[in-house]
């Protein structure tokens, strides 16, 4: 049996006069995964988490968190859970190092001046450690926030959109902090649109849309199961429309009929690639160049949640 | 119990009050010495005595109380209407905190620093006037339990509040007003009737006058209904932001 740090079953929220926000969400993450939640703007993200970190109450379901009801036991709970909203939520006039001395008390835990200290410099936050947040950059406050979450060393951490408004070097930080965290067997949960982040980091992805959970699977399988790859035909000479010969391989005309597209599935046994290459040759049709691409995590996130609407 | 949890929030507290230490203090000694030199050194001239005490000592629980009063609501509501407005409540929410632990935090340090201003205007009184306290132990007690009250009075009005002009409404428009007409600058006896009988329904009534028993050792109501007054408006206060915590409203989605 795998082992689970946060189990989700049928959790909903409704809210009274407006929309279904989650649609009975059942889900299940192992401990010291990097799982990424990806969903379009709207579609119950922030909201999933909120319920689990306690900011948002659940119209039903239960919220299993190390094996610690979140409802029920959730001092228990919530000590395991660190959160980095994606808000810049900070209190201006507070100095860095108090405000994360701050989180870490709020959470239970006695001062411990020596992490503190290792967490700001891991975060390259020690040289501001006395300066008030309201003369931080916005890159620096979001370190802050990340600060804040880890103060009181959680099991468990939210990044809800990591990467919302940060420059791309702070962007390639904080991939580098997520793997580093997660080496040291903290189980992370990010929310993103960026699909490029979680192609990058996440073992596992959730797709979400309209507030329901359409698939959880692991990355790479998920990109070989439902993952597309294209052969595109460079011709000689472009063609105004697909000939009707080749109407059971479906291919399509691109840049401006230069480019003969096939769409086939890699997992497939047969491609169809072979037969589809002597039509084309019987049929007279030249080309000068061919190339084979896959298609990406975000095609496939596009394809799902098209699907959806 | 998470003890370090409440420490953290009133250890914070009490810094946001630090960083404004000087016009927090200044203020309620500039007031109340100018209610003296109105009330006491002015008008308090032309009455004397009231209920045999002199008129200057007579107002001095009644204007501590007004600063009470006015400086718990502020304090309690701003306390928890912050993080509210700057979003940074969602750091209280998820911490492992039970409702009870997040007000004495926040009401904790509020009632801290209302003490410390009733306690300052205490002294301050002993500048104009010559002020005996019969029963000083209770006199603390008295404070401390009006405070708390009302700290958790402003507490409840920071939580429900959608906006910063609506943390003055309740203090302006309602505590203030009831202050004045409640006995703080005069005996209820004096009143003619109806106006006494009236008065007798306000419930500022019977803490001002509870609290001016423990510095005379008498009072235009009995000790005993005011010390239940007082009581039961710190229950029902706690009563109400409990029910608030239990069920979220105006805290969660």
Redesign the interface.
Known sequence: MTDSILRLSGISKH?RDGPTALHAVDLDIRRGEIFALLGPNGAGKT?LI?IV?????PSSGTILVDGHDALVD??????R?G?V?Q?L??????TVL?TVS??R??????ADPAYVERLLRDLSLWEKRSAKIKDLSGGMKRRVLIA?ALAHEPELLFLDEPSAGVDVALRRDMWTLVRSLRERGVTIILTTHYIEEAEEMADRVGVIAKGRLLLVEDKVALMQKLGKRELDLTLVEPLDAVPAELAEWSPTLVHDGHVLRYVFNATDERTGIPGFLRRVGDLGIHFKDLETAKSSLEDIFVDLVERER | M?L??I???Y??EM??FG?TIWTSLAVPVITTSLYFIVFGSAIGSQMREVSGVPYGAFIVPGLMLLAIFSESILNASLGIYMPKF???I?????????PIETVMGYVGAATTKSLLIGLIIFATAHLFVDLPVAHPFLMLLYLVLVAAAFCLFGFAIGILANGFEQLQVVPLLIVTPMTFLGGAFYSVQILPEPWRTITLFNPVVYLINGFRWTFFGQSDVGVGISLGVSFAFLCACLAFVTIIFRT?WRL??
Do not use: M, Q
């Open positions: 809210y909201t909120s970190c306690g900011i948002v109450t959730y001092k228990a709970a919530r000590r859970i959160l909203p808000e939520a900070t209190d201006a006039f507070e108090a701050f989180s008390r709020l959470f239970g835990r006695a804040k | 998470n370090h949890g420490w953290a929030i250890r914070f810094a946001r960083r700057t979003g940074t969602y750091e209280i929410l998820s911490a492992p905190l039970s979220g969660k989605a």
